[in-house]
């Protein structure tokens, strides 16, 4: 979820980076909600949790202040919509609009899927036997430091160090990330 590390505006919709459906019970009254990243994130769909499906009707959907392109908005259950559009871009901006808005309870951005999770890896040595294991780069945790392993790392005097990831298909890839110790 690319929200949760976007500025919000206004203030009081800072609640709605929230997983909790008691933030439902906080009427907020924006006339829009902002996001704002100072790196450009790649959008692909957003997804909103409402009090009121039947009066989720009169929203827009912007980014990087162009309106979003042939929007799809699709009913995920009594409480939940995802809204998708053809706008092909990486975003630094997000801006929904309308009198609808009162009704939004908690906010969703994807920024991509990490397409690496889980998969099968290699690397050309292993520093410190099992403890640097390819497998570490790609569980999910992003941590700080590598204090004993939970990171991939070569051994320091391989002179071609390498690291692979295999994908079980082809995938488009729009970002690709890597965290460094």
Request: glycine residues 4%.
């Amino acid at each position: 979820d690319v929200a949760v590390i976007a500025e919000i505006q206004p203030p009081t919709a800072k609640t709605l980076r929230s997983s909790s459906t008691e933030d439902c019970d906080q009427r907020l009254d924006p006339a829009y909600v902002l996001l704002t990243w100072s790196e450009a994130i790649p959008f692909t769909w957003l997804r909103i949790k409402v009090q009121n499906k039947t009066s989720f009707k009169d929203i827009s959907l912007s980014l990087n202040n162009a309106l979003c392109q042939n929007t799809r908005i699709f009913s995920v259950d009594n409480a939940t919509l995802d809204l998708y559009c053809d706008n092909n871009v990486s975003m630094t901006t997000l801006k929904l609009e309308g009198n609808s808005l009162e009704n939004i309870c908690t906010l969703f951005v994807s920024g991509g899927r990490n397409f690496a999770l889980f998969q099968k890896t290699s690397q050309s040595s292993t520093f410190n036997s099992n403890v640097y294991e390819s497998k570490y780069a790609v569980d999910g945790k992003i941590l700080p430091t590598c204090y004993r392993g939970f990171c991939s790392h070569t051994n320091t005097d391989d002179t071609t160090p390498y690291w692979i990831v295999k994908f079980g298909q082809e995938y488009n890839i729009k970002k690709c990330i890597l965290y460094n110790r």
